[in-house]
């Protein structure tokens, strides 16, 4: 069974981790995230949006065995893939949401701040990875320090700070912190009016 589930409804094409209990990311579940983009690329949706099932994480980092050197350079391929597809996704105009909430931390962090809008319900916590251990270098070296600054970027990697989601709000790092009682219906909304405006 994929840990990765894949669904297009209504012009949205819906990416959801789902790897019990904190939906750590694995070699698997890059590789078919790497697909599912690649395919979207090539025949775009109207909006992806990406989220984690459960109510502990979005993405609490990853689960990866740190073995061969072959096996790491399939990883950093795989990433590679990704951050590519994410390029041209937004070169194409195809607007990418990170639904997040709980622990979003390390590679997780990295895989919702290479989407262009990130939504997170209040509870959730953001951490960086920290150095040498990025998996989306595109994520920490172009797109966070345009939205935050460089420095404020590389005292968070640094510092490895966890920051709730309305000081990640508060910095430029996330762009819309949603209430857990309304958290699904509020997110339909903005969606819809993502969609709207694309």
């Known amino acids: 069974m994929s840990d990765i589930h894949v669904r297009q409804r209504n012009g949205i094409l ?15 579940m890059l590789e078919q995230l790497s ?6 690329s090539n025949k775009p949706p ?36 990704i951050e590519h597809s994410m390029q041209v996704l937004h070169s194409q105009g195809i607007p ?9 931390w390390g590679i997780g962090c990295e895989l919702a701040i290479l989407c262009e809008t990130i939504f997170a319900r209040e509870d959730t916590l953001l951490r960086l990875s920290t150095p040498g251990h990025s998996l989306f270098p595109r ?8 939205l935050i600054g460089k420095s404020e970027t ?8 966890t920051l709730n989601a309305h000081d990640a709000m508060q910095i430029g790092m996330v762009h819309q912190v949603l ?4 958290f699904l219906q509020d997110a339909e909304e903005l969606l819809t009016m993502l969609i709207s405006v694309a």
Do not use: Y
């Open 46 to 81: 109207r909006l992806i949006v990406l989220t984690g099932m459960g109510d502990e994480a979005f993405c609490a980092g990853a689960d990866l065995p740190d073995d061969s050197i072959a096996h790491k350079q399939t990883l950093i391929e795989t990433a590679h893939s």
């Open 96 to 104: 990418t949401v990170a639904l997040i909430k709980g622990a979003t």
């Open 35 to 40: 697909a599912a983009l690649l395919k979207a």
């Open 179 to 182: 209430s857990p009682r309304r």
């Open 154 to 161: 590389e005292r968070l990697v640094e510092s490895a700070e």
């Open 139 to 146: 994520a920490l070296t172009e797109i966070l320090p345009t």
């Open 14 to 28: 819906w990416l959801i981790l789902d790897r019990h209990p904190r939906n750590m990311l694995t070699a698997a």
